[in-house]
């Protein structure tokens, strides 16, 4: 039976993935990026500039031409050859802006553009599109969702936006207050991270993954149904740094895992709400405040049970 060469072969990038930029730049074939674009502490940025660097060094002493399977050039070397009109900024690679060439040679941490999105993508949420799943429950994609029902959303420099989902600000209902973790806290993945208020009772909410706190979204103190409101763009809670980034994602559910991960924690409302839960186990579409339609059932009773706290 025939095989496929390497130039038969065609791999598509998922949606919602984005290429690496080794990948981008043409110095391997298929490679998507896993680190949110931060390369500087990307393990496999690391082993390429090694790669190369080796390389060279034994290419140089050789004094021989390299074979084709061998890595002669880093990524920003590769995109240093195109003319400078085709330069794609990383914020054109990731997908930021639709258009922008590098003005800096690709040295990012001196650029004052680079400096200057920085600043704006960590303060502002980036919008994102949302969808209906199972009974009216949104799901927002490109997420990464904890069983305690709060969001993680990577961003580019290795950050994560973080916030409650679409089920617990339903099965919270309307919000009296907010308390965020204080900049500079480590919260860790599965612990209380911070807790809210209603009618007098407080809950504890988990992380979904581990990290230091680089900013808090303050227009909560003031206006906490904004997570009720937006909860996946302008309800947002906190910003962290994530010290096991990767680690915590395989402990998360995402695209097709969160949907049936949705599915079944709404089975397991209807099952336990009973009659007092008036929501179509079928279909229907959710109440925007659960706790308002389940007359005598014990509000921290399915906080817990749902909240895993």
Same mark, same amino acid.
């Given at each position: 039976? $025939? &095989?496929?060469?390497?130039? =038969?072969? @065609? +791999?598509?990038? %998922?949606?919602?993935?984005?290429?690496?930029?080794?990948?981008? /730049?043409?110095?391997?074939?298929?490679?998507?990026?896993?680190?949110?674009?931060?390369?500087?502490?990307?393990?496999?940025?690391?082993?390429?500039?090694?790669?190369?660097?080796?390389?060279?060094?034994?290419?140089?002493?050789?004094?021989?031409?390299?074979?084709?399977?061998?890595?002669?050039?880093?990524?920003?070397?590769?995109?240093?050859?195109?003319?400078?009109?085709?330069?794609?900024?990383?914020?054109?690679?990731?997908?930021?802006?639709?258009?922008?060439?590098?003005?800096?040679?690709?040295?990012?941490?001196?650029?004052?553009?680079?400096?200057?999105?920085?600043?704006?993508?960590?303060?502002?949420?980036?919008?994102? $599109? &949302?969808?209906?799943?199972? =009974?009216? @429950? +949104?799901?927002? %994609?490109?997420?990464?969702?904890?069983?305690?029902?709060?969001? /993680?959303?990577?961003?580019?420099?290795?950050?994560?936006?973080?916030?409650?989902?679409?089920?617990?600000?339903?099965?919270?209902?309307?919000?009296?207050?907010?308390?965020?973790?204080?900049?500079?806290?480590?919260?860790?993945?599965?612990?209380?991270?911070?807790?809210?208020?209603?009618?007098?009772?407080?809950?504890?909410?988990?992380?979904?993954?581990?990290?230091?706190?680089?900013?808090?979204?303050?227009?909560l103190m003031d206006n906490p149904e904004l997570v009720n409101e937006s909860p996946y763009v302008d309800g947002w809670l906190f910003i962290v740094e994530p010290?096991?980034?990767?680690?915590?994602?395989?402990?998360?559910?995402?695209?097709?895992?969160?949907?049936?991960?949705?599915?079944?924690?709404?089975?397991?409302?209807?099952?336990?709400?009973?009659?007092?839960?008036?929501?179509?186990?079928?279909?229907?579409?959710?109440?925007?405040?659960?706790?308002?339609?389940?007359?005598?059932?014990?509000?921290?009773?399915?906080?817990?049970?749902?909240?895993?706290?």
């Open positions: 039976m $025939a &095989t496929k060469s390497k130039q =038969g072969s @065609f +791999k598509i990038v %998922p949606p919602g993935k984005k290429k690496c930029v080794w990948m981008e /730049a043409g110095v391997v074939s298929y490679k998507l990026c896993d680190n949110n674009y931060d390369c500087p502490t990307c393990i496999y940025d690391q082993a390429m500039q090694v790669k190369v660097a080796r390389q060279k060094e034994a290419t140089a002493v050789a004094v021989v031409e390299p074979s084709s399977d061998k890595f002669t050039a880093t990524w920003v070397e590769k995109m240093m050859l195109l003319p400078a009109s085709e330069r794609k900024c990383r914020y054109m690679i990731t997908g930021e802006l639709d258009r922008k060439i590098c003005p800096n040679a690709y040295e990012c941490g001196t650029c004052s553009f680079d400096r200057m999105m920085q600043t704006r993508i960590q303060a502002e949420p980036i919008p994102v $599109a &949302t969808d209906t799943h199972e =009974g009216g @429950f +949104k799901l927002a %994609p490109d997420m990464y969702y904890h069983e305690g029902h709060t969001w /993680a959303k990577p961003e580019y420099g290795g950050r994560v936006r973080v916030g409650l989902d679409d089920f617990a600000q339903k099965l919270l209902g309307r919000l009296s207050r907010i308390e965020t973790p204080d900049i500079g806290h480590m919260v860790k993945q599965g612990e209380a991270a911070f807790q809210v208020g209603r009618n007098g009772e407080k809950v504890q909410i988990l992380s979904p993954v581990e990290g230091i706190i680089s900013r808090v979204n303050h227009q010290t096991k980034l990767r680690k915590n994602l395989k402990g998360l559910y995402y695209g097709e895992e969160a949907q049936r991960f949705l599915s079944e924690e709404k089975e397991r409302l209807f099952s336990l709400a009973n009659d007092d839960l008036m929501v179509a186990a079928d279909g229907g579409e959710s109440v925007e405040d659960i706790v308002g339609q389940l007359k005598e059932k014990d509000w921290a009773k399915f906080v817990r049970a749902f909240l895993r706290t």
